[in-house]
Structure formats: structure tokens, C-alpha cells
């Protein structure tokens, strides 16, 4: 099959079922991201946008169909695949009892990077991200929002082709949710393809160009952000996103 060069992300007739379960959750989900996009996936609780970015990052295996990034298969201890994407998750990913250099240095080193480059990047990112003058402290001692910025320097740290972000700025001061927005609008100019979900949805209008809606493991609607809102006559993707997945109350057991 031939591999088309325009694609950060191209899932085919995929399918996954959880452990346990005869009838798949996922079944013949197709989706497609472009190099470079700013892509937002949201959904409702227990929709599947962590279970489809789990199984994007190799954390889960497919059952049937194919995930690709950037023409490589996706797959669990894969590598090649696993240096070209960061993950920002929405639990924190670091040592709490380590410094963000100490975090930094393991992570690199975890990464295969050289020592050399290694104290580069650090004091770029401490540098960018404003965490300079508390380098040497532990990050249990730090604010929520300074541990956002751990937790994205870390995902950064080697330079990742495509970026994963799981509410990456919950729980963060307006200072603190501007600059890290700011920061990924930066990447994604030098070539960094995003993808988003989040909760924000006001936060997400001025982040993502391409949106899709998924619920109950399904995409239910997938195009340009303001086509999208054109189509379905909403003024803003809050609005959209009740118009497509309802008002009600949502139990995610």
C-alpha cells in the first residue's frame, strides 16, 4: 500500500475492544491528520477520545484496522514510532521528589539523547517555560501550574514531529494557560502537528483548525472548525459540541 506524505496520523478501519468484552467499542473508525494541523478531539466523558489517543500512542493495541503516523505502524515497544510523537498527558508524568533538571536529564537520557544535548534542551525549555529560578527544587513543592509546565517540557524535550496534549492546561492560572498556549501556537508554526483534547472549549476555538466529535466510540462529525460551525448554524463549539452529544447528564461507568 502506498504511504501518503501529507499524513501526520492516518487511521484505517480500526477497531478495539476492551479486555474482557466480545463486541468492540471502536469498530471501522476512519481518521485522517494532516501534517502541521492544530486537531482537536473532544467528546463527552467515556466517549473514547482517551481510549483513541491511547491506542495513537501505542499505550493500547488494535484489535482490527491500522494506525499510522507519519507511515509507520503504530504498536506497543515500537520504537521508531514512539521518537517521533511526544505525549502530554493528564496526569502528571514526572517525579515528584526530583528537580525539573533531574526530570529532564532522566527523560532525555530515556530518550536515547547525549548528555551534550541534553543540558542544551534543558536550559532551553527552563528558559521558555519560565521555571529558571527553581531548576534546582523538588516539584513536589511546586503549583499546580508550574507542574503543567514540567509535564510539557517533558513531552517536548526531543523535539516530537507530532504532539499529544490531554488537557494540558487544567487546573492553571490565566497567565499560566496563556503562555502554554502560546508556546504550542510557536511549535506548531516550526512544523509540530497537535493534537488536543480538552475540556476548554473556549480555549480549544483559538488552538485547533481541524475538529472532530467523537462519542460512544464513534466520530460523529470531523471537518475545519468553522465550517463545521457553519453547517450546523452554531456560533462556537461549545454550542456545537451540545448540539452533537446532547444536554443531558453523562455517567461514565
Known sequence: MAVNNSLAIDIENMGFRYPGNSELFISGLNLQVQKGERFGLFGPNAAGKTTLISLMTGLLSVDEGHIRLFGREVGRRNNAVSKLFGFVPQDFSFYQELTPVENLEFFGAWSGLDKQTIRKRTDELLHILGLEEVRNKQVQKFSGGMKRRVN????????PQILFLDEPTVGVDVQTRYAIIKYLLELNKHGTTLIYTSHQLSEAEGLCEQVALIDDGKIIAHDDLDKLLKDYHQD??????????????????
Request: hydrophobic share 40%; net charge positive; charged share 20%.
Open 152 to 159: 510539557l517540557a517533558i513531552g517536548v524535550f526531543h523535539k
Open 236 to 253: 462556537s463549539l461549545e454550542h456545537l459540541f451540545l448540539n452533537l452529544t446532547g444536554k443531558g447528564y453523562r455517567n461514565d461507568v
